[in-house]
């Protein structure tokens, strides 16, 4: 039990340090780099598309391998390979090493999410609270990703911005190497996973193809909600509240408390999809989105603020259910590969939002956007009441997910 608690933290710190290492640039080129190098954002920005792209592709192969090969193996591969490329990266000299660096930080980092939640349900009955706590360190890698590196950029530069969480990472993958080394138990990894038993060994197969129908369009969906909103929030922020934020400290200060605070959304999901019907609580949070975007249409001043809480609470909260699901269908020997599909569709559609939010801003502003969010809350919620209704996958933990 007490390896089983170590080997959760080492999962739960690999999560947060995934998301941190893809958004160092972002802050880094923001800070830093367009005054040292004298380019302009814009033209910075183009150089993280090939670690972006490579976090989304990159995901089949690592989910692939992780069943195949191992998945502790492919962790350790994670730490080392993630931390090393930081490093290099935090050398580089022009725009073309940054982005080839960070070009190989993607597909490092892409191991994380196909692999990593794969052995989080491993072996758990009640899956909900372990994916939630999970979740809740990927986002506060997402929340304190702008907040460290800006820390570490004033005090000892952008190169240290990225050295610095590479070194972490790799003390990590060593300590987490260590660790498994240290494991006396002589088992076939492989052969656990094929022997597992799982839930998804009793379902129909009609029925288990429109589960996965089911996950795979919410995913495209709640990806498309999850990044139009964590990535137009602050500017939302500047133009909606007014004397609230009146500079960028201010609205920045806001983002991070508003990101922090939804990010505990999902230990109360978590709960309830371990103890009540997975329909019904996806149901719930789906259609408490579509009702705080479409309040949100025309709000500003304190009302913004408090229903942009409201809505990142819920799109925050929706994270883990997915997860919980396919920790409950799929056999262990293609788990890591289902998750691999879905994380390849969630980063796809999160990449193509970006131009879709600037669009809409261009054209109509945050208005139209709120608009198109409402609607696509709507479709999920749709979607999600075809989930079958009765069950014991669906209607609460019930089997290990082996």
């Known amino acids: 039990m007490a390896r089983d608690r170590i080997n959760f933290f080492f999962l739960n710190l690999g999560h947060l340090f995934d998301h941190l290492f893809m958004l160092i640039f972002a802050t880094v080129a923001a800070l830093a780099l ?3 190098w004298g380019m302009t954002y814009g033209e910075l920005i183009p150089y993280a598309m090939p670690g972006f792209v490579a976090f989304g592709i990159a995901s089949i192969p690592a989910g692939w391998l992780a069943d195949k090969w191992s998945r502790t193996r492919m962790m350790n591969v994670f730490f080392l390979g993630a931390g090393a490329a930081s490093i290099a990266t935090g050398f580089a000299t022009t725009p073309l090493q940054i ?3 960070l070009l190989v930080i993607g597909l490092f980092a892409a191991i994380y999410h196909p692999v990593g939640i794969a052995m989080v349900v491993h072996g758990r009955v009640k899956t909900g609270m372990p994916l939630a706590i999970n979740g809740v360190f990927g986002n506060l890698g997402v929340a304190s990703a702008a ?3 800006g820390v570490i950029i004033d005090l000892y530069g952008w190169r240290t911005a990225f050295i610095a969480p590479g070194v972490f990472a790799l003390g990590l993958g060593i300590a987490y190497w260590t660790f498994q080394a240290s494991d006396k138990r002589e088992v076939s990894e492989a052969k656990a996973q094929k022997s597992a038993g799982t839930a998804a060994m009793a379902l129909d197969r009609n029925v288990l193809v429109l589960i996965f129908a089911i996950i795979f369009f919410t995913t495209a969906l709640g990806g498309l909600i999850f990044q139009s909103t ?5 500017k939302i922020f500047d133009e909606r509240l007014g004397n609230l934020a009146t500079s960028a400290t201010e609205v920045g200060a806001w983002a991070f408390m508003v990101f922090t605070v939804a990010a505990f959304a999902q230990l109360v999901v978590g709960y309830l999809v371990d103890n009540h019907s997975v329909r019904t609580v996806f149901a719930f949070v789906a259609g408490l989105q579509a009702i705080l975007f479409f309040l949100m249409l025309e709000l500003t001043g304190v009302a913004a603020l408090v229903v942009s809480v409201g809505f990142m609470l819920v799109v925050f909260g929706q994270i883990p259910i997915n997860d919980v699901l396919i920790g409950r269908i799929a056999k262990s020997e293609w788990r890591s590969r289902a998750y691999a599909v879905r994380s390849f569709i969630t980063f796809t559609v999160m990449a193509s939002s970006v131009p879709m939010i600037a669009w809409l ?3 109509w502003g945050f208005t139209a956007l709120f608009m198109v969010m409402c609607g696509v809350a709507v479709l999920i919620f749709l979607a999600v009441l ?3 209704r009765t069950g014991a996958v669906l209607a609460r933990a019930a ?4």
Do not use: Y
């Open 34 to 36: 367009a005054t040292e």
């Open 99 to 101: 982005g080839a660096g």
């Open 147 to 149: 907040l460290v590196t």
């Open 230 to 234: 964590t990535f137009a929030l602050p």
């Open 361 to 363: 801003h261009a054209t």
């Open 386 to 388: 075809k989930l079958p």
């Open 399 to 402: 089997s290990p997910a082996e």
